[in-house]
């Protein structure tokens, strides 16, 4: 197992902005990507966005393009979600993953490509 934890969420107006981080506590990554999911309720999870840790490519779901933001911190082990621009339907839980393969096959197979889950922390956007 490799813990992640997240952090970041919480309660923000419409039109708002969040910063979520993700930290692995026990290792570093070299050849792995790192995703955000997120699951509102009665909804199934979702894929949000990806990175690569070698190359930093990212891929992003088309309803967050152009409002948030994945990247990989200077610590090896961390990676954000900016999130910009908020609405009310992005309110969810947010999941960070790891995943053995890359961040493109993390984009077109979702969850099933992640080999390990954070927590989740919740995200509420008041309108």
């Known amino acids: 197992q490799v813990p992640l934890v997240e952090s970041g969420g919480g309660l923000v107006q419409a039109g708002g902005s969040l910063r979520l981080s993700c930290a692995a506590t026990?290792?570093?990554?070299?050849?792995?990507?790192m995703g955000w999911f997120r699951q509102a309720p009665g909804k199934e999870r979702e894929f949000v966005a990806a990175?690569?840790?070698?190359?930093?490519?990212?891929f992003y779901a088309d309803f967050v393009k152009g409002r948030f933001t994945i990247s990989r911190g200077n610590a090896r082990n961390t990676v954000y979600l900016q999130m910009n621009s908020l609405k009310p339907d992005d309110t969810a839980v947010y999941y960070c993953a790891v995943s053995r393969s890359s961040a493109y096959v993390v984009r077109t197979t979702g969850q099933r490509a992640m080999d390990y889950w954070g927590e989740g922390t919740l995200v509420t956007v008041s309108s």
């Open positions: 026990s290792r570093t990554f070299s050849n792995y990507a």
């Open positions: 990175i690569n840790w070698s190359d930093l490519r990212t």
